[in-house]
């Protein structure tokens, strides 16, 4: 039998990596002819770096750049083997991980960071760019960004604006004489699970402001700038971007993405299953197991596990789902794709006590579904 074991992380219990070594163990314990390879993926969202860099066999890249509040710090990117593909996480120079609670300011926040990380990427001669855009801790339209990358954004007087969210409303001129040639050889993906636009009620500034900090009136403040941050694009470039969803990810990185860097967006799971060659990893595999901490109606949307059901399918291969929690009743698990889908918490217990057991559990689980799908 020749096994793939596809899984995602069990968060706060075990990564990609540690969950398919578990599975694997648990086949091997009663199955050891089985032919088995283990294949980590992500869904675009924390660790999507880690996994990327397993199937590129890449490296970790530490450039000093500046955090949210303009502070220097160390941050990383994933640079691949043959230094020709760049992945930048937006969340190591602007995410709210670096700020503690009281720091959150949505109008002084800036992305200047981010656009470091890129900058330092295409200097090296990087012909591709994975931009992963959540968890920021800013609403500056991306100005912070492409301030890094050579554009200066100038005030009425002729003077450039600090690159952040309050300043968006001031923005008069937007001068690219001094952009880096390189960045428009750049080939631009960016990681985007969102379909929020720039502006309006669901946009930036009204949907994210408020978790980064700002006021019921800084929104407002916030939410001005932007709507005159997209006239002053839509100037310069002559693209309309406020209504393209996904132009309000992250505060608006989206729409900078594709007005700077004329990026691409695309789905997570879709992204880093394209990369690392999963459909390609399908040829002559009889049954997959994959995983992840719950399955459930959300399963549906955007999850890693609904993507592996949908390719799987396409070559009729059946997988089997195993979750630290599950939430689908079996017409859900039909609706998902999977022929199965598993718990591992062998009996009631606490969060912490399951966490701490992920490891156990799966690979007993793994055992016993792998005998009862002697079949296969």
Known sequence: MNILIAADSFKDGLGATAVCAAI???????????????FPLADGGEGTMDILL????????????????????DAQYGLSADGKTAIVEMAQASGLQLLLPTERRATQTTTLGTGELIKDASDRGCEKLILAIGGSATND??????????????DKSGNPVIPVGASL?????LDARGVHSALKQLEVSVICDVNNPLTGGRGASNTYGPQKGASPEEVLLLEKGMIHYAQIIEKHFGKTIASIPGAGAAGGMGAASLAYLNARLRPGVELVMDLCGFEEALQGVNL??????????????????????TLAAKQQIPVIGLCGSLGADPEMIRKIGLLAAFSITPGPMTLEEALKQTAQNLEITASQVRLAALGF
């Open 24 to 38: 694997a163990a648990g086949i091997r314990r009663v199955r050891p002819q089985d032919q088995i390879r283990t």
């Open 54 to 73: 397993h199937h590129l066999q890449g490296q970790r890249i530490s450039v000093k750049v500046h955090d949210p509040l303009f502070r220097v710090i």
């Open 141 to 154: 339209g991306g100005i912070g960004m492409a301030t890094a990358l050579g554009y200066k954004f100038l």
């Open 169 to 173: 409303s001031a923005i008069d001129q």
């Open 288 to 309: 997959i197991f994959t995983g992840e901490g719950r399955i459930d109606a959300q399963t549906l949307h955007g999850k890693l596990i609904k993507g592996i059901c």
